[in-house]
């Protein structure tokens, strides 16, 4: 499972010109699932999300988490954070998880998510076609993966 997390001032995520989810301060996730993904990197990314520490503290170092601070977390589904372009120039998406199964691991991983943080956790929409709208902080952008065989 990869989440490419970005801290934010703000992001949402539209579908047919609809806001759908809006945060304010805090992470915007984008999230894919792998094909081998389980409920077990599900739950270990949810819990890193909420737990990393990339909010500035009062000395302007980046030592609070999502739980120190309180902001939001927005999560979009983006099955083409596992495209793959060795070879070639169009994406292979073969590693993406089948979307009944990425679906209901994204959902896992929301819930998870929502747990962690005590608050709802605004999204996407899986399978839509999405305008995501961000202003980055920072920037502060972050790789998070866990695959299966770790």
Known sequence: ????????????????????????????????????????QSEWCAKKCAHLRVFPDADGKMDESLLDTGDDALVVPQFTLYGDVTRGNRPSFTEAAPPDRADRLYEHFVAELEGHLGQEVPTGEFGALMD?????DGPVTLWVERRADE
């Open 132 to 136: 995501v709208h961000l202003t980055n």
């Open 1 to 40: 499972m990869i989440a490419l997390v970005q801290r934010v001032s703000e992001a949402s995520v539209d579908i047919d010109g609809d806001t759908v989810g809006a945060i304010g301060d805090g992470l915007l996730i984008l999230l894919g699932v792998h094909e081998d993904d389980t409920t077990a």
